[in-house]
């Protein structure tokens, strides 16, 4: 029997993956998963498969603000698979000095680029709120219906289009990464999707490697938020 490849590996453990929110946030009254719920699940999966999870950031420049990007892979030592995400240091962020606000951004862009390779949706999850919200108590407000359909026009064909073309969820886990620094598909919005589904139909073809984008240059690129801005 053929040995498993890193992506079939990390395929099943995708399928696998349980990472419960056992985080409680008491001023919204939500429960939420943060980076270390994500690695205590992941770890024993990721040595029942024998591979390796890492993790690391750094910081960088973009315009002129700070950001941590911050970058998730698996190895087996022979090949690994990667994501990135983004996350902003906040110009203001009461009760905090300058260490504590460089590590919640960190710990932010890390849980995303997990969320990112290990195929996690948080896309309901309100633990990065507003950092002037989070500043104080506020009083309760009522619960919101949640909206039926959450996502820009053109998810549901994106998705159709990655099961009919059975699309490895890591192929579009890399492009969504690289092309928008964003971790996951549901992030995008409409005219980033528009990009997205021009990519997806010309998957499996001569074009494949060569990606679409909405931007020409990097000044256009960050008239859009970040992964780490957009949660």
């Known amino acids: 029997m053929a040995a498993k490849t890193l992506q079939q590996k990390l395929i099943e453990i995708q399928a696998e993956l349980k990472a419960p929110k056992s985080q409680f946030n008491k001023f919204g009254g939500y429960n939420y998963r943060n980076c270390e719920d994500i690695l205590e699940a992941v770890k024993p999966l990721c040595a029942k498969h024998e591979i390796v999870p890492l993790l690391s950031d750094e910081i960088v420049m973009i315009g002129d603000r700070f950001y941590i990007k911050a970058t998730a892979k698996v190895t087996d030592g022979k090949e690994e698979i990667a994501t990135t995400a983004y996350a902003r240091e906040s110009l203001d962020k009461k009760g905090m ?92 919005d409409e005219f980033e999707m528009i990009a997205a589904l021009k990519w997806i139909k010309n998957y499996g073809e001569k074009e494949e490697n060569k990606g679409f984008t909405l931007y020409d240059n990097d000044e256009q690129a960050l008239l859009h938020e970040d992964a780490g801005d957009r949660a």
Do not use: W
Request: hydrophobic share 30%; with cysteine.
């Open 97 to 188: 000095d300058e260490s504590q606000i460089t590590g919640s951004a960190s710990s932010y862009a890390r849980k995303y680029a997990l969320n990112g390779l290990f195929c996690i949706d948080d896309t309901k999850d309100a633990d990065f709120m507003d950092n002037a919200q989070n500043s104080k108590p506020q009083q309760p407000k009522p619960q919101q219906q949640p909206t039926k359909n959450t996502h820009v026009k053109g998810y549901d064909e994106f998705l159709a289009l990655q099961k009919s073309k059975n699309v490895p969820p890591a192929e579009i886990t890399k492009y969504i990464a690289a092309e928008f620094k964003k971790p996951r598909i549901g992030l995008l």
